[in-house]
């Protein structure tokens, strides 16, 4: 069983997020843009795959396209981690991090994929079989800045039947709000994508000591000053949560050697995919850190995260982006039911995309 094509697929998902949303550039945020694989075999399988998306997709849709598929295409799927092993070397000298890595999650989630069809065996049983088959989830609010507004939108998606909310504020005001309005007993994260050095960072944990946040994500600038979130998470009282800017293995390491953080965030679409992810599992148990998986996707990228999370020995808390898609080729996934995200049954992902959806919303 050969690789006969492999296709990067960009969507574009108009969505509501019940208010303007100030997103994470300087437009307001108002529709989901998504990078999805899809590989053909030369038996006739088709493999899915998300690539790491939003506003790189350009970027990685040419390095998949014109970097990467050239190195696959005509090569045995039995086999291949140690093929995309091979790939990344060959491509080390263009980034550990980026868009080779992005390109190669997408395309190893979709190989996944396939294997998976081949040999009738869903991801979470090819990865020695599920602890769960559900999960609770978080919301995962858009940046909205407006105290009144966030503390709404939290207070909606608690009514709606999420287990916790997740804030994307660097303020106060807007996190005090969302803790009234949810009330003492609803888990609250806050993620600030990196804004602060260390010293900012302290002076906002001790104005947060009295919010009871169950983690801080991402507090300092870069992320990669792993010494900085460690004395954080050492002396601020509130548990650090940092990872998705992290790129391979061997830098999860460093993080987890240094102690930096209490949760960590690793990111299928970001690493390189299921076995890269399994890798930092395996990792975060040996530094007895608990794995809060990144997951703002609603794609294949989403499907893996929920067989890798079946296999850890503890139950996560899933995240889901917590926005209304206009219409999603994916539904079925990622939608709560009865308060839980299932994880898919079936051979490989356990998913598969309504074409006629994927068909209206693409746009490359
Ligand atoms: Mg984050």
Redesign the pocket.
């Known amino acids: 069983m050969k690789i006969k094509t492999i296709e990067p697929i960009v969507l574009k998902i108009p969505f509501d997020a019940g208010a303007s949303s100030q997103g994470f550039g300087d437009k307001p945020w108002t529709s989901y843009d998504m990078l999805v694989v899809r590989i053909e075999t030369d038996n006739g399988l088709v493999g899915w795959g998300e690539a790491w998306g939003y506003g790189i997709i350009p970027a990685t849709r040419t390095t998949i396209a014109d970097i990467v598929s050239p190195h696959l295409i005509g090569r045995e799927v039995a086999g291949f981690s140690a093929m995309l092993d091979e790939v990344r070397y060959k491509l080390h000298l263009f980034g550990r991090n980026g868009t080779v890595n992005y390109s190669l999650a997408g395309i190893e989630i979709a190989l996944w994929d396939i294997w998976g069809k081949a040999n009738n065996l869903s991801i979470h049983e090819l990865l020695g079989g599920a602890r769960r088959l559900a999960f609770e989830a978080y919301a995962s609010l858009l940046p909205y800045r407006g105290p009144d507004i966030v503390a709404e939108i939290s207070a909606r998606a608690v009514d709606k039947g999420y287990a916790a909310v997740k804030l994307h504020e660097i303020e106060m005001a807007p996190i005090r709000a969302a803790r009234a309005a949810i009330g003492p007993d609803v888990a609250l994260t806050v ?1 600030t ?1 990196c804004p602060w050095t260390l010293q900012q960072a302290k002076a906002m944990a001790r104005q947060m000591a009295d919010c009871n946040i169950m983690w801080l ?2 507090p300092i600038w870069p992320p990669e000053n792993f010494s900085a979130l460690a004395e954080l998470n050492r002396e601020s009282g509130i548990a650090i949560a940092a990872g ?1 800017n992290v790129g391979s293995v061997r830098e999860f390491s460093t993080m987890l050697s240094k102690d930096a953080v209490s949760y960590v ?1 690793p990111s299928v679409t970001k690493i390189g995919g299921i076995t890269e992810m399994q890798k930092v599992f395996v990792l975060a148990d040996a530094h007895n850190v608990t794995v809060a998986p ?1 997951s703002p996707y609603f794609g294949p990228g989403f499907a893996a995260t929920l067989h890798l999370a079946a296999t850890l020995p503890y139950a996560v808390q899933i995240e889901r982006v917590y926005v209304d898609l206009e219409a999603s080729p994916f539904a079925a996934m990622i939608n709560l039911k009865d308060g839980r995200i299932a994880v898919p049954r079936g051979p490989g992902l356990g998913i598969e995309p309504d074409i006629a959806v994927l068909t209206r919303y693409r746009v490359a």
Request: net charge negative; charged share 55%; aromatic share 0%.
């Open positions: 993620d994508n994500e991402e998705e965030q990144h």
